[in-house]
């Protein structure tokens, strides 16, 4: 185990569902990221939280939205996604969010919308 | 231009090859640098992490710096088959956050 967790590892939905991911960190770290990884794409960061607070935003859909309620949990909230947001969603964690300490990540969310 | 270039591959060796895998970079500023394996359908780990310019050996990996040229390298001694997986370049400054390469596919064969 990386000490990052996520869940659920696979996830169906519907183009007018609304469901959550949910990412878990024990490393007692202080920022946690999401990450989309298309296929044949570099890893796209999304978002980033450093003590609950949203440091980054980088021009993600609003159907898109993240809520940190500590700095062990960060969720992505799900609404009326695309075909093309089918992707691996990857959550990370880090001691900062400022250079010099590495990120760890979980085992990602396989999200297919169809 | 990207920040981070990285070959996509795939690169295919035998096993008992010697893999050299590069990444080269745009920002001379970048101090930390890192690979992460990445095995299909799962998240990447890491896997080597090195600060500054030199080389870093574990096991029979070595992870190399040369900040003079803007290029990094991860060899893999003696690879085996379970080395098959993509391999993701990072670096970053004391002031920014990681930036990833696309990743480069190794495919050892048995």
């Known amino acids: 185990e990386t000490g990052v967790t996520q869940t659920p590892r696979h996830l169906v939905m519907g183009m007018t569902n609304k469901k959550s991911l949910k990412c878990e960190q024990h490393l007692g770290h202080n920022a946690m990221y999401w990450y989309k990884q298309s296929a044949k794409k570099p890893l796209e960061l999304m978002f980033v939280y450093s003590l609950e607070e949203r440091v980054e935003n980088n021009s993600v859909p609003s159907r898109f939205s993240p809520e940190c309620p500590n700095s062990s949990h960060l969720f992505l909230h799900l609404h009326t996604l695309q075909p093309e947001d089918s992707a691996l969603y990857l959550c990370a964690s880090s001691q900062t969010y400022r250079g010099g300490t590495e990120a760890f990540f979980g085992q990602g969310t396989r999200l297919t919308v169809v | 231009q990207k920040e981070v270039e990285q070959d996509p591959g795939p690169l295919s060796v035998p096993e008992g090859a010697i893999v050299s895998l590069n990444c080269t970079y745009s920002n001379s500023a970048f101090q930390y640098f890192m690979w992460y394996r990445q095995y299909s359908r799962k998240g990447p780990e890491l896997l080597m992490y090195?600060?500054?310019?030199g080389n870093k050996e574990d096991g029979r990996f070595t992870a190399q710096v040369d900040k003079s040229s803007k290029y990094i390298s991860l060899f893999i001694r003696d690879s085996q088959p379970s080395d098959s997986a993509t391999y993701l370049c990072a670096m970053h400054n004391a002031g920014n956050m990681l930036t990833f390469g696309g990743g480069t596919r190794l495919m050892v064969k048995p």
């Open positions: 090195t600060y500054s310019s």
